[in-house]
């Protein structure tokens, strides 16, 4: 087991680990599996998590989704890092190409379209990644 977040005396945990991934509990619940190690959030000023799951090792990429206490959201696919500055607004950096380096700058607003800020970007400062090996 792996204690990722305690909120509200609620506990955010990974069991049944292997290669760095493994089955997300809230409490006593199951919410996803093949979810990333080091990649659960609490969300600042907010009851939600945000995690990585279905993970691509071979691509470096997953899907990011919110946790509301009750239901998983998907936000997006092919997601390489991620930082969130409120619940609802996010940054991503989407399709990103090893031997380039780059990828998609995309925002997250809530909705279900993001929104293409800009393209070539290598690293979102702050953000977040799946850890896909110990």
């Known amino acids: 087991y792996t204690i990722e977040a305690v909120k509200s005396g609620n506990v955010y ?3 049944d680990a292997i290669d760095a991934k493994g089955d997300l509990y809230y409490n006593d619940k199951l919410i996803d599996s093949d979810v990333a190690f080091g990649s659960v959030e609490v969300l600042e000023n907010s009851e ?3 995690y990585a799951a279905d993970i691509n090792v071979s691509k470096g990429r997953f899907a990011l989704k919110i946790f509301d206490g009750k ?3 998907k936000v997006a696919d092919d997601v390489s890092m991620f930082k969130f500055f409120d619940d609802n607004t996010a940054a991503l950096l989407m399709d990103y190409s090893s031997s ?5 700058l995309m ?3 809530g909705k279900a379209e993001l929104e293409k800020l800009d393209d ?6 702050g953000g977040r990644a799946a850890n896909y090996y110990y």
């Open 13 to 15: 945990y990974i069991s």
């Open 48 to 50: 939600k998590v945000c």
């Open 71 to 73: 239901e998983s959201k």
């Open 100 to 104: 380039r380096y780059t990828g998609d």
């Open 107 to 109: 925002l997250y607003t």
């Open 120 to 125: 070539g970007v290598s690293y979102i400062i």
